[in-house]
């Protein structure tokens, strides 16, 4: 999901904050896609089902549960989302709270 979430903070940067120009937003999207080769990436399809029972259970985003169901089945998780930060916790997880700068 790293892939995915690169992605969209890409897309975030030059959409919404529009401090990239869409020569380097092109350009870095283009250096995520060849880590494909060196860096394993799995397919968050095969987390969709305990996802969806993490979601429904404790009231977050499918998207959310997607990265909580997956740190389950490597014991850790990074992110900078409170609610995804205390589910994950609940569940047994590992969690590493990134706080978000402020802007």
Known sequence: MALIEGANAVWKRY???????????????DY??????????????????EGKKIALE?????????????ALKYGRLATSDEKQEKTAKKLGVEVFYLKAPRR
Do not use: M, W
């Open 32 to 49: 995520l896609h060849a880590t494909e080769g060196i860096t394993p990436y799995e397919n968050p399809l095969q987390y969709l089902s």
């Open 15 to 29: 959409n919404l904050y529009k401090d990239v120009s869409i020569e380097t937003a092109r350009k870095i999207l």
């Open 58 to 70: 404790h009231k977050i985003t499918v998207h959310d549960a997607l990265h909580i169901a997956q």
